[in-house]
Structures are given as C-alpha cells and as structure tokens.
T-cell receptor, first 115, second 115 residues
Framework: DTGVSQDPRHKITKRGQNVTFRCDPI?????LYWYRQTLGQGPEFLTY????????KSRLLSDRFSAERPKGSFSTLEIQRTEQGDSAMYLC?????????????FGQGTRLTVV | KQEVTQIPAALSVPEGENLVLNCSFT??????LQWFRQDPGKGLTSLLL?????REQTSGRLNASLDKSSGRSTLYIAASQPGDSATYLC??????????????FGKGTKLSVIP
C-alpha cells in the first residue's frame, strides 16, 4: 500500500476556470476527508465521506465547491469559477473505522495557485 | 467550538538539544489527539496518536503526553537532529455534530535544528 495519493501535486489556473483534484485513499479505508490549508495556518476541514456518502460539509465549502466519492473508492474535489482566494494546499486524508477513535493518514496535497 | 493553540510558533535550537512543543485545546471532550509533521510544501505525516484514555505515546526519539482535563499536550523530541526541521502540527478529534468527529488543527510550530 502506497498511502494516500493525490493528483495533481501542483495546479496553476486562471481566475474563473474550473479545476478538479483527485484523491485515492489507502485501500479499504472507508472514510475520506478533504482539508484546505493556507500559508501559515493549520488545515481546515472541508468535507467528509463515509464510503460513498458525503456526511458533513463545512461552511467553508461554498456552492462553487463540490466533492464526490463514487463507489466509495477515490474522491474528486471540483472548484468552479476559481477565485484568487481559493489559492491554497488541498489535502486529502483517509481513515479506517466507524467510531471516533481512528487515525487519519494524509496525502501529499495539491497546491493550487489561482492567477 | 474547539480551538487549538500551539506555542511557540517557531523554535530554533542547536543540534543535540532536547525540546518540547506545546499544544492546548479549549474543549476537553476529545476522542484522540494526533501530532503531525509537515515539511515545506508537503503533506502531513502522522507521528503519534494518543487516545483520550491514554497519557502518553512514544515512538523512537518522540514522546507525546496528553492531559485531557487541562486541555494540554506536549511533544518531546530528544537529541534533536537537523532532519527534524519541519513544522509540527497538533490536531484533536472531537464531536462536530450530526454523528461526525472531525480533526481541529493548530497553526503549528516551525522547528529549525541548527547543525
């Protein structure tokens, strides 16, 4: 198992364009999380899936953001009509379990720059 | 709302020194606490996970303690090495509503170990 994988590692886009990121969790991990991290800050929770169901969305997740996890495997995060304020590191994490006492494993992140 | 604070924000030490990083959280009703390491421009690497019922965890030169009632955790690094230079993030898992348990992160402590 190679851990949580994210693609692409870096993305530069023009303001107003749509972007999509992919996350492949650790095999058989039922939970998948998306976080956003801006410079000098800790990661902030965006959304969470248990299997294919999206169970929680943060207020940070505006209507320009959408996330999917078809078939409960990989997940995609799409940002429509990107703004400069969307520039950040987008981190994906996965964990195994059904209760709160789980350990989260993070990927290497996708660095988005909106110009 | 859970808030996590890490002190100091930055720390510079000569190689070989032992050091302590501090983490405090406002709501003691946590399920676990994780310490992560983040290298510049990279994702998060999980270092230690402490369940709420535990007092400490050790891995190699790292030792993390948890005082849940006072809302504090420390990460002790023994015999620091230049390769330990990174940002160290503390995160607590607590109930966030609707049957969900999310991680709340501090802003991190940036550690520089000088050869």
């Amino acid at each position: 198992d190679t851990g949580v994988s994210q693609d692409p590692r870096h993305k530069i886009t023009k303001r107003g364009q749509n972007v999509t990121f992919r996350c492949d969790p650790i095999s058989e991990h039922n939970r998948l999380y998306w976080y956003r991290q801006t410079l000098g800050q800790g990661p902030e929770f965006l959304t969470y899936f248990q299997n294919e169901a999206q169970l929680e969305k943060s207020r940070l997740l505006s209507d320009r953001f959408s996330a999917e996890r078809p078939k409960g495997s990989f997940s995609t995060l799409e940002i429509q009509r990107t703004e400069q304020g969307d520039s950040a590191m987008y981190l994906c994490a996965s964990s195994l379990g059904v209760g709160p006492n789980t350990e989260a494993f993070f990927g290497q992140g996708t660095r988005l720059t909106v110009v | 709302k859970q808030e996590v604070t890490q002190i100091p924000a930055a720390l510079s030490v000569p190689e070989g020194e032992n050091l302590v990083l501090n983490c405090s959280f406002t709501d003691s009703a946590i399920y676990n606490l994780q310490w992560f390491r983040q290298d510049p421009g990279k994702g998060l690497t999980s270092l230690l996970l402490i369940q709420s019922s535990q007092r400490e965890q050790t891995s190699g030169r790292l030792n993390a303690s948890l005082d849940k009632s006072s809302g504090r955790s420390t990460l002790y690094i023994a015999a620091s090495q230049p390769g330990d230079s990174a940002t160290y993030l503390c995160a607590v898992r607590s109930y966030s509503g609707a049957g969900s348990y999310q991680l709340t992160f501090g802003k991190g402590t940036k550690l520089s170990v000088i050869p």
